[in-house]
């Protein structure tokens, strides 16, 4: 391995350039060691143990971990960092992980969310010989982070997760737009290789109003998407709270569970710029009458009383009801989703509404265009090596260590 010095900054991606889940990359610079996300591969990618001497094995020699966001993929493997070195995440992103513990002691269950040092967008942070701006992003995760970290006067963005199709695009673009020149783009390029990811191109506004318009068209909605995809979970809030104040008396409710209504509490909490959401009604089988009268959108968690409530709409009343599929296409191909799914495509009433967490392939090249680094690195992509259509991209394997001249 190539040694740094004084005037090197050196970049090591342990994983993440044949793999979209699982990411982990490191900065050296003048002995101070950082490493960004350490996640879980996605269930079908084949990849083998990641273990970095000195992070999860051996004396610690990393000063920090530092987290983009609360997804499996970039926060699951966390517990098995060594003990004594500091990680950092939003304080939303830590919350987040707290109540699913809570929730599910197998989630995240090596990580102690007491240990994490909360970031906060636009404060800048000093670890060793770096400094590190945490960047609020756009991604179907809320409160994610880019970073930029500075080596001197070479500056490293490092993306993680992002789109400029979300609700906070025009935000994301005038901030990267402050930072001046970028030495070194990193970012993630999951299009790239994914090609279906592609089509689920809507703005999370135009998700939105086609989930609106189920609402009104519709009597029972069911809605499967993820517990913490909070622009969607505004936009339907935003929806319903529509449609109560067009329809005074008979507004519908918007069904949730204790768990969701702890997440909503969190997001009230520690998010209250962007997101409102307030109370809302867990379903009870009390509430059968009334919810059968007034209409309802429901979500629907797997293996709950959800489902079967589902099942029972779509046979005595499919014509009112419609179930809408707001994640991945790629996620309902097998098990219990291609069955659900199937139930309304059946009956003609399955609605795909989807947005992207991931940046389109024509907006990462203009992303490319507007920021001009010197070089990029694609991770988050499958087989790197073979795309070379980014503007200065380096190819770069898992493991190798390419060093830059910091002046
Ligand atoms: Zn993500």
Redesign the pocket.
């Known amino acids: 391995m190539v040694q740094s010095n004084d005037n090197h900054v050196k970049v090591i991606v342990h994983r993440g350039t044949k793999n979209i889940g699982g990411c982990c990359t490191e900065v050296e610079y003048k002995n101070t060691r950082l490493a960004i996300d350490f996640g879980s591969p996605l269930p079908e990618e084949k990849t083998s143990k990641l273990d970095i001497s000195g992070l999860t094995n051996g004396k610690s020699e990393f000063d920090a971990v530092l987290f983009t966001?609360y997804?499996g993929?970039?926060v699951g493997e966390a517990g098995k960092i060594n003990a004594d070195i500091p990680i950092y995440m939003s304080g939303f992103a830590k919350d987040i992980i707290a109540a699913y513990k809570k929730h599910n002691w197998h989630c995240f269950a090596e990580i102690d969310p007491n240990m994490v040092t909360e970031l906060k967008a636009g404060k800048e942070i000093e670890i060793g010989a770096l400094r590190v701006l945490p960047i609020l992003s756009d991604?179907?995760?809320a409160e994610s982070l880019m970073f930029l970290i500075k080596a001197g006067n070479f500056q490293i963005l490092h993306t993680g997760?992002f789109r400029l199709h979300g609700r906070y695009r025009e935000e994301l673009l005038d901030s990267v737009k402050k930072l001046g020149k970028i030495d070194l783009l990193i970012t993630e390029g999951t299009t790239l290789s994914r090609k279906e990811e592609e089509k689920d191109n809507y703005t999370e506004e135009r998700v939105e109003a086609e989930i609106k318009r189920c609402l009104y068209e519709n009597d029972y909605c069911f809605i499967i998407l993820s517990s913490t995809n909070f622009d969607r979970l505004q936009g339907i809030k935003n929806s319903v709270n529509a449609y109560r104040h067009d329809k005074k008396t008979k507004g519908k409710y918007f069904l949730i569970d204790n768990f969701q209504q702890s997440l909503f509490e969190i997001a009230d909490k520690r998010l209250p710029e962007r997101y409102k959401f307030g109370k809302e009604v867990s379903y009870r089988s009390g509430l059968d009458e009334k919810m059968k009268d007034r209409g309802f959108i429901m979500l629907i968690r797997m293996g709950k009383k959800q489902e079967d409530i589902f099942r029972k709409y779509m046979k005595e009343c499919p014509e009112r009801s419609c179930l809408i599929y707001s994640m991945w296409s790629g996620y309902m191909k097998t098990g219990k989703l291609k069955e659900l799914t199937d139930i309304a495509h059946d009956r003609n009433r399955l609605r795909i509404i989807h947005s992207s967490?991931h940046v389109t392939v024509q907006d990462l090249k203009d992303f490319v265009d507007v920021l001009a680094p010197e070089h990029v690195i694609v991770i988050h992509t499958k087989d790197t090596e073979k795309f070379d259509c980014l503007k200065k991209q380096i190819p770069i394997k898992d493991g190798e260590a390419l060093e830059f001249q910091t002046c």
């Open positions: 966001h997804h993929d970039h991604h179907s995760a997760d967490g």
